[in-house]
């Protein structure tokens, strides 16, 4: 997928909660995660960020190899990268 933790740690303490969930949300329909564990995640947004800046690199790229590209790709726009 071509990117790196550091890369995406940096983008995401740049984007605003809101943008964050809207990303969040996008990434659990494409992997299927019930709609209402969705929005439980995303209610509490400073554990969401605390959770995935404990991710390994080897568990973004996991998380990553999971999505289709072209929400990878809107992933990637949405972010700026």
Known sequence: M????????N???GLSDDDLANIVRQIAEC?????????QA???MSKLRRSL????DRDLQNALSMLDEDTVRNI???MNM
Not at 3 to 8: E, G, L, R, S, V
Request: charged share 35%; proline share 3%; glycine share 14%.
């Open 2 to 9: 071509g990117i790196d933790k550091k890369q995406i740690m």
């Open 11 to 13: 983008k995401l303490d």
């Open 31 to 39: 992997a299927g995660v019930n709609p209402r564990r969705t929005e």
């Open 42 to 44: 995303v209610s509490d």
């Open 53 to 56: 800046g404990g991710m390994s």
């Open 76 to 78: 990637k726009r949405q």
